[in-house]
Every structure is written in C-alpha cells, then in structure tokens.
T-cell receptor, first 117, second 113 residues
Framework: EAGVAQSPRYKIIEKRQSVAFWCNPI?????LYWYQQILGQGPKLLIQ????????DSQLPKDRFSAERLKGVDSTLKIQPAKLEDSAVYLC???????????????FGQGTRLTVV | KQEVTQIPAALSVPEGENLVLNCSFT??????LQWFRQDPGKGLTSLLL?????REQTSGRLNASLDKSSGRSTLYIAASQPGDSATYLC????????????FGAGTRLFVKA
C-alpha cells in the first residue's frame, strides 16, 4: 500500500512571498489532515477534511493560509504572504472511514520543511 | 483547554536498558490516546492506539498504559536498541468539542550502542 505523498520536501522562500504544498493521501482514505510542526513542538492541526468538506479549520490562520481538497482526493495548502514564524514542517496525514471513524489511525507523509527568510 | 506534556524532553540510555516515557494530559475527557514515533526528516509512524476504555496496549517490545482518571499514559520500551532512537510523541483525542487531537512536544530518545 502506497503511503501519503507530499511535495516538495523542502522549500525556502522570502517573507511576504507565497508558497503551496501538495498532498496525495492513501487511496480510499476519506479523511485528510494538515498539521504544522514548529521545531521542538508537537504537530498542531491546521485543517481537517472529510472527503472534500472541511470538518475543522479552527486553528488555520485564515488571513494567510488556505487549503482545498479537489474531488476529495489530493489537497493543497497555501500560504500567502508568508511570515518568518511560518517556518515549520507541514505534515499531511490521512485516515480511512472504515468502522468507527474516531478509532482509525492516521498515516503521515514525510512532510515539507518550510524555511522563511 | 487540553494540554499534553511529555517528560522527559530528552533521554539517553545504553543499549539493552528498559525505559519509560511519560505523557500527561489535563482534561480526562478523551476518546483515545496514540503514541507515535518520528524519525528525523520523516513523518510520524503510529505505534500504539489506546481507547479510553482500555488500560493498555502491547506491540512487540512496546507497552502503553493509560490511566484516564489521573491523566497519564506511559510508553514502556523493553530491551532498548539503537534503532529505537527517535522522537516519541503522544497525542490525545478529545471526546468533546469536535474530537480535536492534541500532541505533546515529544521525548527525544537516544540509545547508545
């Protein structure tokens, strides 16, 4: 079974520039998550999709961050304009809907390391 | 507001030693708790998932316990190996307020050969 794919692996941009990350979840997984992990901290949920609908985006800085999930499969996360404090690893995860949704484990991609200078 | 704390932040042990990693949470209204492993430059790998009704889960040399009333979980690693070197994260899923998952900051483990 192929895992969660993310690209790019690394990105360096200047502040005020824009950047986009891409995620392809495990085939058939209905739920997709984007997490932000700042160095030395645990991951923080930015947004959660169920198919192509948003379940939770309460911690997404909507003035600069946006995300979409086309046709309930791939997803993109965009930052515009970027700030220095956005430097972090952005992790994408997916989980299936088989059985009890909340019992299912999430599978993570390798992440995209963003450096804003 | 749920807070998840992991102690110690870092740990270095000789190969073969048994060790315990600690995770504490402030709100006992949880649905489940999950332990992850994170290797440098890689994503998270799920190790064990404990439902709120369970007391422990075991997988190979790993054993995770959950005491919901006291807000604590431990991850026990038996006969540690250099390949166990990684950061270990615990994550708590709420049973209220939208089932949010809150992660601890992790324990960085180094097992010396």
């Amino acid at each position: 079974e192929a895992g969660v794919a993310q690209s790019p692996r690394y990105k360096i941009i200047e502040k005020r520039q824009s950047v986009a990350f891409w995620c392809n979840p495990i085939s058939g997984h209905a739920t997709l998550y984007w997490y932000q992990q700042i160095l030395g901290q645990g991951p923080k949920l930015l947004i959660q999709f169920q198919n192509n609908g948003v379940v939770d985006d309460s911690q997404l800085p909507k003035d600069r961050f946006s995300a979409e999930r086309l046709k309930g499969v791939d997803s993109t996360l965009k930052i515009q304009p970027a700030k220095l404090e956005d430097s972090a690893v952005y992790l994408c995860a997916s989980s299936s809907n088989r059985g009890n949704f909340w019992d299912t484990e999430a599978f993570f991609g390798q992440g995209t390391r963003l450096t804003v200078v | 507001k749920q807070e998840v704390t992991q102690i110690p932040a870092a740990l270095s042990v000789p190969e073969g030693e048994n060790l315990v990693l600690n995770c504490s949470f402030t709100d006992s209204a949880i649905y489940n708790l999950q332990w992850f492993r994170q290797d440098p430059g890689k994503g998270l790998t799920s190790l064990l998932l404990i439902q709120s009704s369970q007391r422990e889960q075991t997988s190979g040399r790993l054993n995770a316990s959950l005491d919901k009333s006291s807000g604590r979980s431990t991850l026990y690693i038996a006969a540690s190996q250099p390949g166990d070197s990684a950061t270990y994260l615990c994550a708590v899923r709420h049973s209220t307020g939208g089932f949010k998952t809150i992660f601890g900051a992790g324990t960085r483990l180094f097992v010396k050969a």
